[in-house]
């Protein structure tokens, strides 16, 4: 089926991130109005489903590739063959190890090429997430995805009676701000963003700067060999 470009993937997340409300909580805290982040609407799974389909796309990129490697290389019809991820440097160093095997194909010089990218966990751990997310997503379960602050906007209210707060998840309903019982009540608006909870990937950016990162990756890989 068809995805997003990721050009416009940021454009469907930020449509996604409007419902929600705020709430004044006076009883929290004595003498104390508590904004609180209220009635927050679940990511759609579907937007998950599409991050995950983006990533593969990206990790069957270099498979391509490297079938394209084998065809060139007079081996067309090549089943076998994949761009290789080694679990760990030992099994790099060992050219007995399965991966190995998928490149086998593949002329000397482009096995020396895929190689010097030291595609295996502390070598080359960009194509290693790739990999694990691309793994998650086709055999495990859904990606992870998570609403988080990306800023706080007030209205009505002087910035000397605020207290805010830190707070990494929406869906924890957070307090957002403070302000004594006797400041007027004033309007909030809260920027949110949804980022990628998984293994290797930081949680401080949405989840489209990780998926341009390994888009921009395959790229520099696959023009190696123009």
Same mark, same amino acid.
């Given at each position: ?41 679940? !990511? ?8 995950? *389909? ?59 090429? !895929? ?41 009505? !209210? ?11 998840? *929406? ?49 520099? !890989? ?5």
């Amino acid at each position: 089926g068809r995805h997003l470009p990721a050009s416009n993937y940021a454009a469907v997340l930020t449509a996604c991130l409007r419902h929600y409300s705020v709430s004044i909580d006076v009883d929290s805290e004595p003498g104390q109005k508590l904004y609180r982040l209220v009635d927050i609407e679940p !990511i759609d799974p579907l937007i998950s489903a599409e991050a995950g *389909a983006i990533i593969h796309s990206i990790r069957s990129s270099l498979d391509v590739l490297a079938c394209t490697l084998a065809a060139r290389h007079g081996k067309p019809e090549s089943r076998s063959t994949h761009f290789p991820i080694w679990k760990s440097k030992a099994e790099f160093d060992d050219p007995k190890s399965r991966p190995f095997k998928y490149i086998k194909w593949l002329c000397e010089a482009d096995q020396a090429v !895929i190689k010097s990218l030291a595609p295996y966990p502390g070598g080359n751990d960009r194509l290693c997430t790739l990999h694990e997310l691309d793994l998650t997503r086709k055999h495990r379960r859904l990606l992870e995805l998570f609403l988080q602050p990306r800023g706080v906007f007030l209205q009505g !209210i002087t910035n000397e009676t605020v207290t805010v707060y830190e707070w990494v998840r *929406a869906d924890e309903k957070p307090g957002i701000l403070s302000t004594p019982a006797s400041t007027p009540d004033g309007h909030i608006t809260v920027n949110l963003q949804i980022a990628l909870n998984e293994a290797g990937v930081t949680g401080s950016e949405d989840c489209t700067h990780p998926i341009g990162e390994f888009a921009r990756a395959a790229q520099a !890989i696959i023009k190696l060999f123009d």
